[in-house]
């Protein structure tokens, strides 16, 4: 086990130092071979007259070529295909070309970016992607490709559901030349409180579920399905929506890997966090959600809000504004926050909220209360000021 995760955490050498990568785009597993039998793509042709009226030959039309690729839907080759500087692959139908200045397929004309525009930034030069000595901005934009890439990254399928960090473990080592500090269970020690902000994204391809055993709470690895970070946010621009302040401090944090490869597969994790607590309880309304998605097409909101433990909350057919002012919120008319659960299937009655920025922050469940041991279920954004919060701190540990 331990010379696999040696050997599968050296992808990065291996791909970004080849003159071109082959891929054989058909291959459902290694019995396929790269050359497969040829599709005959349908054609026609159209003959070609002038303004005049005189035939100048013809066109032909030739049938749009499948994009199907097997190797697309596939975590294992999403780093590969990053580090891969020059790719050859090969359809049914036809042979496309790719490289950073080009993409190029049989019977269609190349796309060619401007010069100075690459179609992608070749992970080998990572460092452009940080900013210039002096910069105004001290946000590297690396975190931005990064949380970007997440997405598409969590939605493709995996044999070994284990494979979620080992699959990506060499472009995480890329990126850590560049970000520094540690790489814990897919998250940024230099930029911790934003990378605990994901959520998950329901039936998108599928029902996500949570995998504790694979990876803690607080990891976006503990959810089998699609993860995304809030766009066009991950640039760490204030907003009415969203603020990247941060109120809560990250006190201790440490993983526990399995094998050799510290980017690889863990058995756990644990994480102590300083921060503004609060209880609450969740209604849900379909009403709300209607008003939550004409509100931010960024989130996938499901109508779920968050109101005081203390007090009655509204009943879900109750019509209440979603949106209200900090004195109504405070009299449990209004909820003090929205939110996102993980997974459908766990949602608690009353939920602890942590808050990580003066607007964002997780959604807990008690697994020891006297000790202060959480698990996150979710993640929520208040509705109005955070200023009541602050004399609400504690200290929690989360697994």
């Known amino acids: 086990m331990d010379d696999w995760a040696i050997q599968s955490s050296k992808m990065g050498d291996i791909y970004g130092n080849a003159w071109i990568t082959i ?26 007259e002038l303004k005049d009226g005189n035939r100048c030959g013809s066109v032909q039309l030739v049938e749009r070529p499948s994009t199907f690729n097997a190797l697309s839907g596939r975590q294992w080759a999403f780093q590969e295909k990053e580090f891969a500087f020059r790719t050859f692959e090969f359809r049914s139908e036809a042979i496309s070309f790719r490289c ?15 010069a100075s525009e690459p179609i992608f930034h070749k992970h080998r030069e990572t460092s ?20 970007g890439d997440l997405p598409a990254y969590t939605q493709l399928r995996l044999t070994f559901e284990d494979d979620t960090l080992p699959a990506v473990s060499g472009l995480a080592r890329e990126y850590q030349r560049h970000i520094g500090g540690r790489y814990l ?9 934003y990378g605990l902000q994901w959520r998950s994204r329901q039936n998108h391809p599928h029902e996500t579920r949570r995998n504790y055993r694979r990876a803690p709470s607080w990891s976006w690895v503990s959810v ?3 993860i995304y970070y809030c766009w066009p946010f991950l640039k760490r621009e204030d907003s009415s929506d969203e603020s990247a302040a941060e109120v809560a401090k990250l006190v201790q944090a440490e993983v526990t890997p399995i094998t050799k490869d510290p980017n690889g597969r863990v058995s756990g994790g644990r994480i102590t966090l300083d921060g503004p607590l609060r209880r609450a309880q969740w209604v849900q309304s379909e009403e709300w959600k209607n008003n939550m998605q004409q509100m931010d097409e960024h989130n996938n909101w499901d109508g779920t809000a968050l109101f005081d433990d203390e007090k009655d909350p509204p009943r879900s057919e109750d019509r209440i504004a979603l949106i209200e002012g900090p004195e109504k919120v405070g009299t449990g008319v209004a909820p003090f926050a929205i939110c996102l659960f993980d997974d459908d299937s766990e949602r608690p009655r009353y939920v602890d909220c942590f808050l990580l920025t003066r607007r ?8 020891d209360q006297q ?3 959480y698990r996150r279920i979710g993640f929520f954004r208040i509705n109005g ?4 919060w602050q004399d609400m701190r504690r200290v929690v540990n989360i697994v």
Not at 185 to 192: I, K, R, V
């Open 371 to 373: 000790k202060g041991v």
């Open 100 to 114: 950073q200045h080009g993409y190029s397929k049989e019977f269609e004309r190349p796309q060619n970016p401007s």
């Open 23 to 48: 891929m054989a785009a058909l291959a459902d597993d290694s019995s396929y071979g790269i050359f497969p039998r040829r599709s005959i793509l349908d054609s026609i042709d159209v003959p070609f």
């Open 185 to 193: 269970a897919g998250l940024w020690e230099n930029d911790f409180l």
């Open 360 to 367: 964002q922050g997780i959604m807990l469940s008690a697994v």
């Open 385 to 388: 000021p955070d200023g009541e």
């Open 128 to 147: 452009t992607l940080m900013p210039p000595v002096g910069s105004q901005s001290p946000f590297p934009r690396v975190f931005t490709k990064w949380y």
């Open 224 to 226: 089998e399905g699609c």
